[in-house]
């Protein structure tokens, strides 16, 4: 415990001095009140203070005043030393701020006790500070922690029920899709009868020949026209019906290389007129938990994308896809890398996000967004990368099973 | 002889889809709005196939292929749906059904050729009928 002494008296000072260091306290003493003010605030770590009523500087009770007043002294333990015993003296010197006195000549032993209950209240008040500083700080805690809580729920409640309303609207289209593209199914199967129709009706009517021209040569665009946006709108509707569907898995231990073999055979057709495949497996990978078929389909969408950039490209030999696996503590690194133009640079954020597309009316911009899902719901990452020579690099890492 | 096909769906204008389509492959087509009307339907005319539709009002198509299989097991039935699970598909293999098509019928082609078939196995059963009449003539 660290005491300051202040007292002008230089016998009873050194007295003092002595006997703080042989009670093992660590006594600084000094001979006046500006110099005790000094030295308390530039040190400002003191636990008691023995304060000298009758100084030069300030005097013991002005002291007292100058400490209590800041919040942080609020615990420093200070002993009045004086002459004067008297009642009213007493009060003055409890009114401005000491907790004790001890009269002069003072009783080394009496001084010892006095001392000892202070450095009690000293340490239970620190004691209190701590614990205080360490409930506002838990307090603190919760609070933010409560709110991040509170932010995540309403995101996964908003997510939810996107969820249910995406399946919902997947579902109504349905209906009114089936009828126009069974309609313009009907319309394409009786055009020859309309265009032979068509046709007679142009001889009768010679003037009407541009016209019937014109309805002959479109009607089959036009017919082709809306089977095309009907499938378009059905491959949205079934993108969405899975998007919306990402969190129910089926749970099974499976092995990824496995898996990368199934996603390649089924999109050969398309896969082997762009790309060929450079496989680099590693052979004793412990096995995956999770959606086998699910984790195809993100495999797929990767290919299915790598093969559209390589066609974009326009060029005449096949580009290059890379596929790796390693196995690590506790997870699975997969490699899909292609050597195609890459990613620009300004959408690599934009690429997760659902609807988000380069293909230009190809794609639904579903399917990354889908992907990423599935990779999350199995606990793990994808993360995407331009290389410095070219193409894309899709790197997912899953979580291991416990070997057993 | 002409095969009598029932469609069944709760939205019109897929009906009359269906119905036009059919009629202009030479089938004669029948429809009603959900499955009790069906069922009344099926009282009073010979039908070969019902082709349904399964989420309805009223009476639902895996309660019309129920109804069908224990009271008409002659009558072929086709489920079309919009709501894919694999419960409704698994009901329908057990009912009976001849195939289940998923909406929304991007190619009808796949209707066409479950009907075809539906077709050709009438057709067998027909001629073996025709053989056994001309094994007995009834004089």
Redesign the interface.
Known sequence: MKVLVAEDDRVSRRVLGRYLTKWGYEGVCVEDGAQAWKLFTEQGDFHLAILDWNMPGYNGIQLCRKIRRNEKYKHVYIILLTGRSEKKDLVVGFEAGADDYVVKPFDPVELASRLKVGCRLVESSLLLFVKNKELNHYADEMENLAEDRAKMLVHSDRLASLGTLTAGIAHEINNPTTFISGNAQTLERVSPIVETALRNEMENHPEKARKIEMVLEEMPKMIAGIRNGVSRVTAIVKGLKSFARVGKNTKEPFHINHCLDQGLLICNNKLKQQLVVEKNYANELLPVTGDPQKLEQVFINLFVNAADAHEEQGLKTPGTLYLRTQGFEGYIQIEVEDDGPGIPKDKLRDIWKPFFTTKDGKGTGLGLAISQGIIHDHMGEILVENMDKGGARFTIRLPTDEGD | MSVNILVVDD?E??R???N??LS??DYMVETAANGKEAVELLQRKRIDIVITDLLMPEMNGIELLEFIHEDSPMIHTIAIT??VTLDNALSCMRLGADNIIF??????TELEDSVKSVEGKMKIWQKKLRELRGMKPSK
């Open positions: 939205e204008d897929i009359n889809m269906l036009r389509h202009l492959l919009g709501y909406k929304p019928l991007e190619d009808l």
